[in-house]
C-alpha cells in the first residue's frame, strides 16, 4: 500500500446498501415499475446510457 501513497492516492471507504434487505428489494421493485411504465423516450435513453457504460469497461 505504500507504494499507493507514493503515487498521492489515498484509501477511501465506502457505505452501500446491502442488496439482502428487503428495503432495497422494495426499492429495485418500486424503480423497475418506473422504468416499466415510461415511455418510450425515456426507455430510449436508459438504453443508450446503459450502451454508454458497457463501453467503457
Do not use: C, K, N
Amino acid at each position: 500500500m505504500g507504494h499507493l501513497r507514493a503515487q498521492d492516492l489515498r484509501a477511501l471507504q465506502i457505505w452501500v446498501p446491502g442488496v439482502r434487505s428487503p428495503a432495497y428489494h422494495a426499492g429495485a421493485h418500486r424503480q423497475s415499475l418506473v422504468v416499466a411504465s415510461s415511455d418510450t423516450v425515456d426507455q430510449a435513453f436508459i438504453e443508450a446510457v446503459s450502451e454508454g457504460a458497457m463501453e467503457t469497461r
